[in-house]
């Protein structure tokens, strides 16, 4: 199955700045796709990323807040733009491996 | 809109003992994910269930999917220590969506 290395592994950053997560996949794959865990929660997909064309946002993410590039077929960047203490999560990428869903190491951020 | 409930949601046991976490969700679909996350880790996929009445097993857990009920279980027999971790379904739904549950904790205590 795919191997992602996703980096960074965690981050502190201050409000209002922008952190961005990159995701490489050990294999070509046709979409990559974002999530984020809020503590003590589940996984909520922010939007899915194909090679060429613009991500698709989930309800509640826009692409101003969540910009993504995905220049090749294994490899793509989440931005968190303009964070806020209410950004802290964990992000995480995540393939479709044909035989179940792959997730890279997760990002885990905090905004001060 | 899909959704995905499982439960319990909190679940501290004892080494030895046999238990159950249910996943409900309440739009058709045939495909269901198992998923273990251990404190501060990413997820690990533990089973995939593609179809109506698949059932798997590794080890101590074992997996199951009821699509016209639309419900998985996953089974714990004689648990250990080791498998403390916070469990997740997820759902496929649409084009390659994955819908979680909120997640069971699991914590077994000797």
């Known amino acids: 199955s795919a191997v992602i290395s996703q980096k960074p592994s965690r981050d502190i950053c201050q409000r209002g700045t922008s952190l961005t997560i990159q995701c490489q996949v050990d294999s070509q794959v046709t979409m990559m796709f974002w999530y984020r865990q809020q503590p003590g929660q589940s996984l909520t997909l922010i939007a899915t990323?194909?090679?060429?064309?613009?991500?698709?946002?989930e309800s509640g993410f826009v692409i101003d807040k969540f910009p993504i590039s995905r220049p090749n077929l294994t490899f793509s960047t989440l931005t968190v733009s303009n964070m806020s203490p209410e950004d802290s999560s964990i992000y995480l990428c995540?393939?479709?491996?044909?035989?179940?869903?792959?997730f890279g190491s997760g990002t885990r951020l905090t905004v001060v | 809109e899909l959704k995905v409930e499982q439960n319990p949601l909190f679940l501290s046991m004892q080494e030895g003992k046999n238990y159950t976490i249910y996943c409900n969700y309440s739009t058709t679909s045939d495909r269901l994910y198992w998923y273990r996350q251990d404190p501060g880790k990413s997820l690990e996929s533990l089973f995939v269930l593609l179809s109506n009445g698949a059932v798997k097993q590794e080890g101590r857990l074992m997996a199951s999917l009821d699509t016209k009920a639309r419900l998985s279980t996953l089974h714990i027999t004689a648990a250990v220590h080791d498998l403390s971790a916070t469990y997740f379904c997820a759902v496929e739904w649409g084009a390659q969506k994955l819908v979680f549950g909120q997640g069971t904790r699991l914590t077994i205590n000797p």
């Open positions: 995540s393939v479709d491996t044909g035989y179940g869903y792959t």
């Open positions: 990323a194909n090679q060429g064309s613009e991500a698709t946002y």
